[in-house]
């Protein structure tokens, strides 16, 4: 099985960076996905991580350590259109990612 | 764009009957994925399909089956809904994402299905 662990929910100000956490447990590891989710819309995809290390893409980067099984979400220069839910999803053995319950993300002014 | 498309987007059934979702790609995807969202959950994966007339069980199967007969369309059926099954499904296919042509999923735009 696997056990994903990230906070339920986080609030920062426009403008600010903030930083999304998720700690997990699978049975083999291929990949570890970030996904973002808008109320009543579908998730999109964010960032994939199979190696140690940081992805940059643009304000949004993901953080990915295998041995500790730890992975997070940096986003800078917060905008209020990046309040949403932020999915960890890391990939087992059998490459279909389980999604965490999210981190629900709220910017204000 | 993976021209997903689910149908119907918004579904009120009774209790007892029989409902089928519809899922449907334009691209040619061999993996195509049933999951569902609920408040406390998190995404659930339902079913997935690796390939015409091949299917497989995720964790929460009970209640549902489906059917791919064609690569375009999945099919989710639940053969007699329950008050449970109240819940937000999202259809989604593995495909390459972005510029550094990983692979990721592609999720459609969901159908809200509602058991009374």
């Known amino acids: 099985g696997q056990n994903i662990d990230q906070p339920t929910e986080m609030t920062a100000t426009e403008g600010a960076i903030v930083q999304i956490n998720c700690t997990y447990q699978?049975?083999?590891?291929?990949?570890l996905f970030w996904y973002q989710q808008h109320a009543g819309e579908a998730p999109t995809f964010l960032s994939y991580?199979?190696?140690?290390g940081l992805e940059e893409k643009g304000r949004f980067s993901s953080f990915l350590s295998r041995s500790k099984g730890y992975s997070y979400l940096l986003l800078k220069e917060l905008q209020m259109k990046d309040s949403a839910s932020y999915l960890c999803a890391p990939s087992g053995g059998s490459y279909i990612p389980t999604f965490g319950r999210g981190t629900s993300l709220i910017v204000h002014p | 764009d993976a021209g997903i498309t689910q149908s119907p987007r918004h579904k009120v059934t009774e209790t007892g009957t029989p409902v089928t979702l519809r899922c449907h790609q334009t691209?040619?995807?061999?993996?195509m994925y049933w999951y569902r969202q609920d408040p406390g959950h998190g995404l659930r994966l339902i079913h997935y399909?690796?390939?015409?007339?091949?299917?497989d069980k995720g964790e929460v199967s009970d209640g549902y089956s489906v059917s791919r007969s064609k690569t375009e369309d999945f099919l989710l059926t639940l053969e007699s809904a329950t008050s449970s099954q109240t819940s937000v499904y999202f259809c989604?296919?593995?495909?390459?994402?972005?510029?550094?042509?990983?692979?990721?999923?592609?999720f459609g735009s969901g159908t809200r299905l509602t058991v009374v």
């Open positions: 991580n199979v190696l140690d």
């Open positions: 989604a296919i593995a495909e390459i994402i972005g510029t550094d042509s990983n692979y990721g999923y592609t």
């Open positions: 699978t049975s083999g590891f291929n990949g």
């Open positions: 691209e040619n995807h061999r993996y």
């Open positions: 399909s690796y390939g015409v007339k091949d299917t």
